[in-house]
């Protein structure tokens, strides 16, 4: 496969190799195209010539966002013959307490927003929404990923969704749901359901939103409650949503209470919005030996197929068997060691599947697992998401150890060597049968981290990952020192696609 070129810092304004020459070109080509993209940026950057600004790289105002966009630039380009895998910008987020990161969003007007429960952040103004004491919010300088904006609400939030059709920023958290001005000026609404720990939107306004693990509420356009489903023998992890196809769709695991294991199988249902089961993948009463346990973890529907990540324990799993019918074994695929399940002390490996969202047939899937001279580690998988082309997505913690880790670099940065538990992030073909690429972060010493937000443009990727309290640090660019201040910690990263 081919790989990203490597990372150069430009000084000056010769003309862009690739219209995502910043996160910012890559927002203007997500909404212009490529074309008009690279005129808009070349116009920016001939202006600030014509100001003074050609020596160097530029940045103005505090935390980076002054300046017009065009003063600060990276080379993010094309994939080419290397192992470098370039970076637009990767910093480190946080106070000097413990903060947590919880999704990132794209939204519109080329805003870049994290959202979480953040320590007081120096130099950030805040704004108090619906009485909040909670930063729960931050806005992100489009070039270098810098907070600029803090949003006070009434707790923490854990989920994130920008609403497709109006661009409002929809927040699930400890206050339930809310709905905010795409520019996080005012609140248009909130429900207080309970806790939210995953949200869903889709093209007609439809909102579903998970509280705790058993239950679901589908809200409407306002905020209105539509359906409520409960499933107090289930452990639900993520919800997907399609209301004009009538369709709800609910995702985790539940024990197995029969036969001859004592595990856990996947739950994948699709349900009418009337609460109606339509169809059940996985959920058999007896695994017929395929003991490991295993669970279906995150979702995202898009047209006419739904897009699945689960995991598995190690061992044989139903991952290998049709959904349908537990007797039925799916055919051995072909892959390199990464993708294949054979070899000893898997600890936990993820499994990836593309559903029919009409009737929960199978149409592709693919393993990924860590190897160490084929011995498998652990892989966690917390993030999913699918791009305009249909290439998959997916973030996490590997433990050990990912393809090709010992030659790669990340804007133009050694990896260091493996220590503790790494955020990752792998990429698929549109039909998973190819892995494009498989990256870890690490740059210095013990560094426990995971992926815990990914949001995708026409073109490029926004990253959140968790850094646990410690010394260790994940690659920033391009300041290579971007400063931890102290306890648990996030971390940014945005590039090309």
């Not at 990767?90 to 994290?114: F, H, Q």
């Not at 856990?264 to 009418?272: E, G, H, N």
């Not at 007797?327 to 390199?336: F, V």
């Not at 995708?456 to 400063?483: C, F, H, K, M, N």
Request: hydrophobic share 40%; net charge neutral; proline share 5%.
């Amino acid at each position: 496969m081919s790989r990203p070129a490597s990372v150069a810092q430009l000084a000056g304004p010769p003309p862009l190799r690739s219209c995502c020459a910043l996160v910012a070109g890559l927002l203007l080509a997500a909404e212009f195209g490529c074309g008009r993209a690279d005129y808009l940026l070349e116009q920016r950057a001939s202006t600030s010539d014509q100001s003074g600004a050609r020596s160097g790289v530029e940045r103005g105002g505090a935390g980076g966002s002054g300046g017009s966009v065009g003063q600060l630039r990276f080379e993010c380009g094309l994939p080419a013959a290397s192992q470098d895998f370039p970076l637009c910008a990767a910093r480190n987020v946080g106070s000097t307490n413990d903060d947590r990161l919880a999704a990132v969003a794209l939204g519109r007007d080329r805003r870049l927003w994290v959202a979480g429960a953040f320590g007081e952040l120096p130099g950030v103004p805040t704004k108090r929404l619906d009485n909040g004491t909670q930063v729960a919010l931050l806005e992100l300088a489009p070039d270098t990923l810098s907070p600029i904006r803090g949003i006070r609400l009434p707790g923490g939030a854990r989920a994130l969704q920008v609403d497709p059709i109006d661009g409002q920023l929809v927040i699930g958290g400890d206050f339930g749901v809310m709905s905010l001005s795409p520019d996080a000026s005012t609140v248009r609404w909130r429900q207080p359901i309970g806790v939210v720990s995953r949200l869903a939107l889709d093209q007609a306004g439809g909102i579903a939103a998970l509280i705790g693990a058993h239950q679901v509420e589908v809200l409407r356009a306002g905020g209105v409650r539509e359906t409520s489903l409960r499933d107090d023998g289930s452990e639900l992890l993520d919800v997907a949503l399609d209301s004009r196809a009538d369709a709800l769709y609910v995702v985790g695991s539940r024990q197995v209470t029969s036969g001859t294991c004592m595990g856990t199988v996947p739950v994948l249902r699709r349900y009418a919005l009337s609460g109606v089961l339509v169809w059940r993948d996985y959920e058999f009463a007896d695994p017929k030996g395929l003991c490991a346990s295993s669970r279906g973890l995150r979702l995202v529907v898009k047209g006419q197929i739904l897009y699945y990540v689960g995991d598995n324990e190690g061992g044989n799993s139903v991952h290998s068997v049709d959904p349908k019918n537990v007797a039925l074994a799916l055919p051995p695929q072909s892959g390199d060691e990464y993708s294949v399940t054979w070899g000893k002390a898997i600890r936990r490996y993820a499994f990836l599947g593309e559903f029919s969202v009409t009737d929960g047939k199978l149409l592709a899937r693919r393993f990924l697992l860590p190897r160490d001279a084929h011995v498998g580690g652990q892989l966690l998988v917390s993030s999913l998401a699918v791009d305009a082309a249909g290439r998959v997505i997916v973030g996490g913690q590997t433990s050990c150890c990912i393809a090709d880790r010992d030659t790669q670099t990340v804007a133009g940065q050694s990896l260091a060597t493996f220590g503790s538990d790494e955020a990752n992030v792998a990429t698929f073909s549109a039909d998973l049968s190819t892995r494009l690429a498989w990256h870890v972060f690490t740059r210095q010493g013990d560094s426990p981290s995971t992926v815990v937000g990914l949001a995708v443009g026409t073109d490029y990727v926004l990253v959140a990952a968790q850094l646990i309290s410690g010394l260790g640090r994940l690659t920033t660019w391009p300041e290579l020192d971007s400063p931890r201040l102290g306890g648990a910690d996030g971390w940014l990263a945005a590039w090309s696609r």
